[in-house]
């Protein structure tokens, strides 16, 4: 009996200790960026052109899980949390501040450029902003259900309550550089001549305004696609906002085949 | 004394001196310690709700010493001091200076905490309106307590009854505010409150009147009756099998229905009247839901304290020789108190889970819940959307349990000392847990930071504490095995039980974040902590402890 016990608490304690490991091994180390400032970034796969996964605003980069498995077995893949984001410190950056952290974070982790930009949401415009600053770097782009800075505008005069005034700092603290981000992009440049593909999430939702205003957004995005001399408009009828959790298989199937493309060109 | 009403108030109180401290301790160590944190409070709505918790529990505690009720010599219910009943005043006088008294100290308490601990914070609580139904709240408690003090279920009843009235109309400003200004209303409604405060007062004189000319003969055929139904509810019908069922019942009959009734209580006069007042709207039901979900796990924790005690009422933790010397083991008796708390636990939930469904029907706006459903149903497998909600309520329903019956292996070892020292110790570390859950999701900004530097530290934290569980258990089982308290062939069962509900936790663990690993084996090792097993162990040892001293 007492000779029984022990060797099962010996083993619960074993498991204990190879779960500790097995989750202290897996969770994302911190890159500094300038002294006192890191970022969350986790790492996988190998190959060029590395891939960046930019999530939307009060997302982490748990949120990946699935596509960055996915994408790691054909390409060097980077998830991170943004600075400004719930994880990070600072709250008040714009996309030009948050270009530049990348850049250095991805240089400290040894992630060599050409990169593939992958932006969710408001992450799409921050994508859009780095490659207008790098865009020597720059090898494709994947833009999941991306505002337009038309579309903003346009918000603000037909659903103003509803646009960037509802974005609150107390739940998006990093909501406070959002202006100054977007006159930075209307101020950008143009983008680089590589293939971006543009996801509009079209999927049913219970929200009636989502419902109201899919049409605009869908009509801004193919719009701003005719644009893109290698662009490429994408709807998805089977998911809403948050297409890297709802179709991941999609965005892994996009993401390779700007990886393809890059590497034929 | 100069006369008879300052005897009497002397003897209000003399006979709760301590407590009277207590609360006026209490209330000098919050104003400090808020205006100290006031940037903390005013900044974060949760912790600014948490600050309410002490002003509540210590009306709670006024209203308590404020019941000026003395047993009779049979030991049945309290009721008006008989001893006063010779006091050379007329009964008007008898009745009104002790409720006079409670009046003045409960809306002066609740004065001094309006004044002087929220309004320096900037927190600007109404005054005059919850003090009057306060007021209205301290002469219905005297008047049924007083009136009907030979009645122990109906005096339940009608005092659950009044409080819900009391509440509702407590409300009415708020809720009728669209109609007519809230200012209105509560002249108006004033009115009504003062009518059933001079009714009430009037009752309560009748009734000690005729208790004082050893009147209330006629009542003996209802209270007869009355008695009756709970007799007829809880008596058994047939003799007991065995002892352990006739513990079971015994356990089931004292302590089964607290936590069942506490959270019936709880739903109709706190979470109905606020979520009335809050409104139905889409982000106040998920914000009334969310509480609902852990109502029973909070009320659980100061309700185990209580369970834990050879008698839920009574401070005092020696085990009268009734109880010692019952020819039963002492690990029957643990599994009576087990069993027991186990009902208790699922009454409360069925409580819970006819009553929400119910609201969320008829009254709520379930837009954002719908939509987290909608999210979940998109990131989970078929498989996943059935069983991690139902694994999801086996937890919570456990982990009331847990809290329940958590506090046994001290609570019944008779030691006085070392009980009230764990639970303080407990019950502080609950309430900052409560205070930093409500800091941490009023400050996304900076909760980011803490939870990003502690969490590589987290999953040792957790295997280490597991680790401690698994020998302190080890260690009592085969105690507890070596000095026959229990047998070989109950142990196993134990552990066999323990180990299955443990399994079904870290499988649900794995069926929530079955993507992202770190977060998995942290689930995992934080659920493996929930299933009680060391402390358990250690109950029979304490409980022999506390019968052969």
């Known amino acids: ?265 | 004394m100069r006369s008879s009403i300052q005897a009497l108030v002397w003897e209000m109180w003399a006979s709760h001196r301590r407590g009277w401290l207590l609360v006026l301790g209490v209330l000098w160590l919050c104003a400090t310690l808020y205006r100290l944190f006031a940037a903390l409070i005013q900044h974060s709505d949760a912790i600014q709700t948490l600050s309410f918790a002490p002003m509540i529990i210590s009306l709670i505690l006024v209203m308590a010493f404020c019941d000026f009720t003395d047993r009779d010599t049979r030991g049945d219910m309290a009721g008006f001091p008989r001893r006063l009943f010779v006091f050379p005043v007329r009964t008007i006088v008898l009745v009104m200076s002790p409720m006079a008294y409670a009046l003045a100290v409960l809306t002066g308490i609740y004065c001094a905490w309006a004044i002087l601990v929220y309004r320096p914070l900037g927190i600007d609580i109404a005054i005059g309106w919850p003090a009057a139904v306060l007021a209205t709240g301290m002469v219905f408690y005297q008047a049924i307590i007083w009136s009907l003090s030979g009645f122990k279920l109906v005096r339940i009843l009608v005092m659950s009854l009044a409080a819900c009235v009391l509440v509702s109309v407590g409300c009415l400003p708020w809720v009728l505010a669209a109609s007519r200004s809230r200012q209105s209303w509560e002249i108006l409604l004033g009115v009504l409150l003062a009518v059933m405060s001079l009714a009430g007062c009037a009752a309560a004189v009748i009734a000690v009147e005729m208790q004082r000319r050893g009147g209330g003969r006629g009542w003996s055929r209802p209270r007869t009756v009355f008695d009756s139904i709970p007799h007829a509810i809880f008596q058994p019908r047939r003799a007991f099998k065995s002892a352990q069922q006739a513990l079971f019942w015994l356990e089931w009959r004292r302590n089964g229905l607290i936590l069942p009734f506490t959270v019936v209580l709880t739903l109709a006069l706190i979470v109905g009247p606020v979520s009335r007042i809050n409104g139905h709207g889409h982000e106040e039901t998920l914000w009334t839901v969310q509480w609902l979900a852990i109502l029973p796990i909070l009320l659980a924790v100061p309700i185990g304290k209580g369970i834990a005690k050879p008698d839920f009422w009574s401070l005092d933790l020696a085990m009268s020789s009734f109880m010692a010397t019952r020819p039963v083991s002492d690990g029957q008796i643990i599994i009576a108190k087990m069993k027991a708390a186990a009902c208790s636990t699922l009454l409360a939930w069925i409580v819970l889970l006819a009553v929400t469904p119910l609201w969320l029907c008829l009254a709520a706006d379930t837009r954002d819940l719908r939509s987290i459903a909608d999210n979940f149903r998109l990131i989970y497998s078929p498989i996943s959307q059935w069983t991690i909600p139902i694994l999801m309520l086996f937890i919570a329903i456990l982990l009331t349990w847990a809290f329940m019956v958590n506090s046994i292996w001290i609570g019944l070892s008779g030691r006085t000392g070392l009980f009230y020292s764990l639970t303080s110790v407990g019950m502080t570390v609950f309430i900052g847990g409560l205070i930093l859950i409500g800091w941490c999701v009023d400050h996304p900004n900076q909760r980011g930071n803490i939870i990003v530097t502690l969490v590589p530290y987290v999953p040792w934290i957790l295997a280490t504490l597991f680790t401690g569980k698994i020998v302190a258990a080890a260690s009592v089982l085969v105690t507890v095995h070596r000095a026959r308290v229990m047998s070989g062939r109950t142990i196993n069962t134990c552990l066999c039980v323990w180990i299955a509900v443990t399994s079904c936790l870290a499988a649900t663990a794995w069926l929530i974040s079955p993507q992202v690993i770190w977060l998995r084996d942290l689930l995992v090792l934080a659920l493996i902590l929930v299933a009680p097993l060391a402390r358990l162990g250690a109950s029979p040892l304490a409980i022999a402890q506390n019968r052969h001293r």
Not at chain 1, 51 to 65: H, Y
Not at chain 1, 102 to 108: D, I, T, W
């Open chain 1, 1 to 265: 009996m007492n000779k029984l016990l022990i060797l099962i608490a010996a083993l619960l304690c074993y498991v204990a200790f190879a779960l500790a490991h097995e989750s202290a091994a897996d969770i994302p180390p911190r890159v500094e960026v300038s002294p006192g400032h890191r970022l969350r970034m986790r790492i996988e796969g190998s190959g060029s052109p590395a891939v960046v996964l930019e999530i939307g605003l009060g997302g982490t980069l748990e949120e990946w899980a699935m596509v960055q498995s996915g994408v790691a077995k054909f390409a060097r893949v980077a998830a991170y949390d943004r600075n400004g984001s719930n994880y990070t410190s600072q709250s008040s950056l714009t996309a030009r501040q948050v270009a530049r952290d990348l850049h250095e974070a991805l240089a400290k982790a040894h992630i060599a450029p050409p990169y593939v930009l992958v932006g969710q949401s408001f992450g799409g415009i921050y994508n859009r902003v780095f490659a207008e600053m790098y865009p020597g770097d720059i090898a494709g782009m994947v833009l999941l259900d991306a505002p337009q800075e038309k579309f903003i505008d346009w918000m603000e005069i037909h659903h103003p309550k509803e646009g960037l005034a509802s974005f609150r700092t107390e739940h998006w603290p990093e909501a406070a550089g959002m202006r100054a981000t977007l006159d930075e992009l209307k101020a950008g440049g143009p983008l680089p001549d590589v293939p971006i593909i543009v996801v509009t999430a079209a999927g049913p939702s219970r929200d009636p305004l989502r419902t109201e205003i899919l049409p605009v957004w869908t009509a801004m995005h193919e719009d701003w696609v005719k644009i893109l001399p290698l662009g490429r408009h994408v709807i998805t009828y089977r998911s809403g906002h948050g297409i890297q959790v709802e179709q991941p298989d999609l965005v892994i199937e996009l993401i390779n085949e700007v990886v393809q493309q890059s590497h034929r060109r």
